[in-house]
């Protein structure tokens, strides 16, 4: 294999059964303008190493199963280029401020319960037969949550976000993302419910808006913006609170 | 679950990433700016306490190199802050215009710079008049 046509790859190892700490092994990979960090890895499991255990799916920056540290930076490897790399070599490691659970692979439990936590699904009070239709909803009401709405919880923004890091009692960029999409949802009646348990403890603020979260965003959700707003909601329903009965302080207007 | 690896936390997290070093920045200039708060308002103090005398006897004692290199940096650190939690208004507070949401770029401008320039000049003309 001619030299100038490789790459090479720095890969945390880590194997559970046989190694008390992690390890970085290289590989040498065949260099291709088209190819992504994810194509790179898939040909060292295929072709060298068929133990390299790694997260995959869709390969199209949709299904969110591939965020890995790429040179220290959280990054969808479908995504990110070889060509933007070479020639210098590449290091990648599973997203920081989650446990491994081997090579590149991390717990997702955490994220799992937290995203639950938040209820990112509408609920109703009063639900209409589908006889009655669907529940219509202006362009204007659904611009207010759309850009929230594309997360694909690949996990890369609790990478980013040093408090995801040191403070477990915190949601998480996309956990509270999620659920402001769900709270800025015409249709939704449920954000007194998700207020109940953003409002406890740091679970929302934890966040110092940083804003590293929206930086390594791959589909331009803006957590660290969602957060915010979320909070001013949520202080506004907590001041609400001491006038007004509990229920009766939420209401989405025509803007949403 | 047994056997993960739990990989430890950095004290010096703030120097992995430039935005983490900026955010630093950010929250470090609120010293700053409290600082010359304190200043401000023993310099109120002295106005109303002492008067015309103790007020210009206050302002010598503060005039100093030193002095007017530590209102330069609260300066810098003041202006810093004020620039970066302008730039994040539009990110807490948008603004939407039917379906569309207000560029970010004029959002600080409508929430931000338009009324500090405003409210600054009202107060020059009223100091200047």
Redesign the interface.
């Known amino acids: 294999m001619d030299v100038k046509d490789t790459v090479m790859l720095e890969i945390f190892r880590y194997h559970p059964e046989t190694d008390s700490e992690p390890r970085f092994q290289s590989y040498e990979v065949p260099y291709n303008e088209d190819w992504v960090v994810l194509d790179a890895i898939n040909w060292i499991k295929d072709h060298v190493d068929g133990s390299l255990t790694h997260r995959w799916s869709c390969r199209m920056g949709v299904c969110g199963s591939c965020g890995m540290m790429v040179n220290g930076e959280p990054k969808l490897t479908c995504a990110a280029f070889l060509k933007d790399y070479y020639p210098f070599g590449i290091k990648v490691e599973p997203l920081v401020n989650f446990a491994v659970e081997r090579d590149l692979v991390v717990d997702m439990d955490g994220f799992m319960d937290k995203l639950q936590e938040v209820k990112p699904y509408i609920i109703r009070d009063d639900v209409n037969d589908t006889s009655e239709g669907e529940y219509r909803q202006s362009p204007a009401q659904l611009a207010q949550y759309k850009q929230y709405s594309m997360c694909i919880n690949c996990m890369l923004c609790y990478a980013a976000c040093p408090v995801a890091g040191h403070e477990d009692e915190f949601l998480g960029p996309a956990a509270l993302a999620l659920g402001h999409r769900y709270n800025k949802d015409s249709r939704d009646q449920g954000q007194a419910e998700r207020l109940d348990v953003m409002l406890a403890g740091e679970a929302i603020w934890g966040c110092t808006f940083v804003g590293e979260c929206t930086v390594v965003c791959p589909k331009h959700v803006d957590p660290a913006g969602a957060i915010q707003q979320a909070k001013a909601m949520a202080a506004q329903e907590y001041f609400k609170g001491f006038v007004m009965p509990k229920g009766t302080g939420v209401s989405k207007g025509a803007d949403g | 679950?047994?056997?993960?690896?739990?990989?430890s936390?950095r004290w010096a997290?703030?120097f992995?990433?430039p935005?983490?070093l900026l955010?630093m920045v950010r929250?470090l200039t609120c010293f700053f700016v409290g600082g010359y708060l304190v200043v401000l308002l023993v310099t109120l103090g002295k106005l109303a306490g002492g008067g015309e005398t103790a007020l210009v006897e206050w302002l010598a004692s503060v005039s100093g190199p030193w002095w007017l290199t530590a209102h330069l940096v609260a300066l810098v650190a003041a202006v810093w802050h004020t620039v970066t939690w302008f730039g994040?208004v539009p990110?807490?507070?948008?603004i939407?215009l039917?379906?569309?949401?207000l560029p970010a770029p004029i959002a600080a401008i409508v929430m931000g710079y338009g009324p500090w320039l405003t409210v600054t000049a009202v107060i020059l003309w009223w100091v200047l008049r």
């Open positions: 679950m047994s056997g993960q690896y739990h990989r936390h997290w703030f992995e990433r935005g983490y955010f929250e994040a990110q807490a507070m948008p939407y039917g379906e569309n949401r």
